[in-house]
């Protein structure tokens, strides 16, 4: 486990960092208008997961099942090539619709600007086609990840995402920097990640125990596991809407061009989220195999281990942008007038997004058992806050609104609902989480940067900011990492010292 979440970090890390720093080369040579396209393109992707009902993570379940023994083969190869089917025509039914749909979005929705609507319109339609494609690529990573082959995963996310975010600026320098030729490159990208993906999860599928067995068409395994569908995806539909809402509704509010500073803004915080997804692609196999075998006592402490180990990367780097979101955004711009718009939503998105790293662990527990009712409920509940209060706040104060609202429901959710989760899955475990898991981790990692803070330096060149943010970020960085492990080990560490 200890290897996929080295593999998974280092991935991650190289993905969401390419992702972020590539940013200002789009609105450099592509234009803050054309900028905002790609933003939409990417909350796209993340309302396509409303069509999942929740298969996605029903065959990364399944399959850690199987192979902790607790589904047979035949039922395992009979579920998947269903699923192969629902996943099919979902994406067909999904990308069509977006297709269908273009010209509408290009003309009641977006408000482009110099860009030509129908060149927006075409560049709509191969994002529908190319948000199909990833969607579907979603059964072959649920094989993948059930199967804790996630070194391979890693390196191919690692792979795909330099063809994606970096050899895409050599293909717009041959043929021109327009959202056309940027969309075909992905559309190629896409075709190709999936046919990857569908290679490795053939491979590692098992082969029938009883050569006369066949596999049918039947969809009966499915409905033996729709259960647990069917509420994960009621939860990852809320949830979509819960972090994706903000986004929509300014995408129909702002201007393209504003639309683009605004994701930009949110993107960077967006790398805080995305650093607890390579732990939980390890410990959700992990801790449902555990389950299944009976072994609680080592489930939570590979679920209170996985805590601190998310805390200790996400929430210093949540607490160093959040004192520091104008010099993080000059350093990585070098544009003076963006840094200062954007870094009021940064700091916002960064806080909510690091309180949401550590309110998001209940889940784990209730994945693990398949008892997901909690999760619904509490989805259900921010989102009922959510919505309103989002479309009320971004309407009328923008993307400062919007995130502000972002960290105030965060705020209230940790405080009030993940305790409760707590209390009626493991009594007793809460408060020992909270304040050894969660609270020690942060709090050295904020009197860090705090102290930085408070000598008032002001950035004046883009290098020496860096410097000073990187090691303002590696100090808090360390000071989590050595809380994390323990009185004991601060102990051991002063003792040397002193000596």
């Not at 273009?102 to 191969?126: C, D, F, M, R, Y």
């Not at 609104?401 to 809460?430: D, K, T």
């Amino acid at each position: 486990m200890k290897r996929n979440v080295a593999a998974n970090y280092v991935s991650q890390l190289y993905v969401t960092a390419v992702g972020i720093l590539i940013l200002p080369l789009y609105v450099k040579y592509m234009g803050a208008e054309a900028y905002g396209l790609i933003g939409f393109f990417t909350m796209l992707q993340s309302w396509f997961q409303l069509l999942d009902v929740g298969l996605t993570q029903t065959v990364g379940r399944e399959t850690a099942r199987h192979l902790g023994g607790s589904t047979p083969t035949l039922f395992y190869r009979r579920l998947y090539r269903s699923l192969s089917v629902i996943f099919l025509g979902t994406a067909v039914f999904g990308g069509g619709a977006l297709w269908l749909l273009a010209p509408q979005i290009a003309t009641n929705w977006l408000s482009p600007g110099s860009l030509p609507t129908e060149q927006v319109i075409l560049a709509l339609k191969i994002m529908g086609v190319c948000v199909a494609l990833r969607w579907l690529g979603g059964l072959f990573r649920g094989v993948i990840t059930g199967s804790e082959r996630l070194v391979w995963l890693s390196g191919f996310n690692v792979l795909f995402a330099s063809l994606r975010f970096v050899a895409v600026f050599a293909t717009m320098w041959l043929y021109g920097f327009t959202p056309l030729v940027f969309f075909l490159h992905q559309l190629i990208i896409a075709i190709l990640e999936v046919c990857g993906l569908c290679w490795m999860s053939r491979r590692l599928l098992p082969t029938l125990d009883n050569i006369t067995d066949r596999l049918g068409w039947s969809f009966k395994p499915v409905r033996d596991v729709l259960g647990f569908a069917l509420t994960i995806a009621l939860t990852s539909s809320l949830w979509t809407m819960v972090t994706q809402t903000d986004k929509l509704v300014l995408s129909g509010v702002l201007p393209l061009s504003e639309y683009g500073y605004f994701t930009l803004a949110v993107m960077v915080a967006s790398g805080i989220v995305f650093i607890s997804g390579p732990v939980s692609l390890a410990v959700l196999p992990k801790m449902s195999r555990l389950y299944a075998e009976g072994d609680r006592v080592s489930m939570i402490r590979i679920y209170r281990t996985a805590t601190r180990t998310v805390i200790t990367i996400a929430g210093s780097a949540a607490i160093v942008i959040a004192f520091f979101p104008e010099a993080l955004l000059f350093a990585w711009t070098g544009d003076p007038e963006l840094a200062s718009e954007a870094a009021p939503i940064l700091r916002l998105y960064a806080l909510g997004n690091g309180i949401l790293a550590a309110s998001s662990f209940p889940y784990y527990l209730q994945y693990a058992s398949g008892r997901l009712k909690y999760h619904l409920i509490g989805s259900l509940l921010l989102l009922v806050l959510l919505v309103p209060s989002i479309v009320w706040a971004a309407s009328r104060f923008g993307g400062v609104g919007a995130g502000s609202v972002w960290l105030s429901l965060n705020i209230l959710f940790f405080l009030f609902w993940v305790g409760f989760v707590h209390s009626r899955l493991e009594p007793g475990l809460h408060l020992r989480w909270l304040l050894r898991d969660v609270l020690a981790v942060y709090l050295p990692a904020t009197l860090v940067a705090w102290a930085v803070y408070q000598t008032g330096w002001h950035f004046e060149s883009r290098l020496g900011t860096l410097m000073i943010l990187a090691g303002t970020g590696l100090a808090a960085l360390t000071a989590a990492a050595i809380s994390a492990r323990g009185p004991g080990h601060l102990g051991q560490i002063w003792k040397k010292a002193s000596q």
